[in-house]
């Protein structure tokens, strides 16, 4: 017991597998664990105990992906993206506190959309492009990612579109979506704590699942410099598309 659901040896197995596979994801595209792992197992499980599974294993896989370059590169990050940091950070917390005031429904079909539309941007390529430095796309993207990220535990989205509009090299998104993620998901700990979402018995799910996103983690890091970048992304997009359409359903159908 988790104290939402009885858990099953078939739902813990089903878990671990959706584990494995966002963690796989994130060690080749620096991405979508958190949207994999709600999605997944908001299939299976409620939204309050989804929510509180995937914060364990995104904390940790996103430490790791912010030190991959050592301590100082971390740093330099920290401080060349304060500003984006700083806000996401501000409304991750207040926006956390809504949700339990949410039905499931909307939070299911908001979710789902939100994935649907960002999949299919990157999919077919539809961002646009700014000048590195521009304030107010930065403020408007680390707000709808500090939003993003306390009612869903999923901020990716607006971070990658950032970046992407901006233009930043292949090299660095890694350690960057690493270092906002990190600092991001340490920041959803605390919020969630203080919204009843993480309590202990879905914390002790939270953290079981850290065993296969890391398992994931290291497959993902080993095969992404063996495959084809863009194909996989596609790969991986095309099955966020997928598992949206999914929480789409479950909003609309039951």
């Known amino acids: 017991m988790f104290g939402l659901i009885e858990i099953t040896p078939f739902l813990f197995g089903l878990a671990c597998l959706v584990g494995i596979l966002a963690g796989i994801v994130k060690g080749v595209v620096g991405f979508a664990m958190p949207m994999i792992l709600v999605s997944g197992l908001g299939t299976f499980f409620p939204p309050e105990l989804a929510l509180a599974g995937i914060i364990m294993p995104t904390v940790v896989t996103n430490v790791s992906q912010a030190f991959r370059n050592g301590a100082r590169a971390a740093w330099a990050t920290i401080i060349k993206f304060r500003r984006f940091l700083m806000i996401g950070g501000v409304f991750l917390v207040s926006s956390a506190q809504l949700v339990n005031s949410i039905p499931s429904q909307i939070y299911l079909g908001t979710l789902g959309c939100i994935i ?127 598992a949206a359409l999914n929480l789409i359903r479950r909003a609309v159908f039951g």
């Open 116 to 242: 649907l539309l960002f999949a299919l941007a990157q999919l077919f390529d539809l961002f646009p492009r700014f000048e590195e430095g521009n304030k107010k796309v930065e403020t408007i993207a680390a707000m709808i990612g500090g939003i993003l990220g306390g009612l869903s535990g999923t901020w990716g989205p607006p971070t990658v579109i950032y970046l992407t509009a901006m233009n930043v090299a292949k090299s660095d998104s890694f350690r960057i979506q690493g270092v906002v993620y990190g600092l991001g998901s340490l920041a959803l700990v605390f919020a969630h704590m203080a919204s009843g979402i993480l309590t202990m018995q879905t914390a002790s799910f939270s953290a079981v699942l850290v065993i296969p996103a890391m398992i994931g983690f290291w497959i993902g890091g080993r095969l992404s410099d063996k495959v084809d970048q863009a194909g996989f992304k596609r790969m991986t997009l095309i099955v966020l598309i997928i």
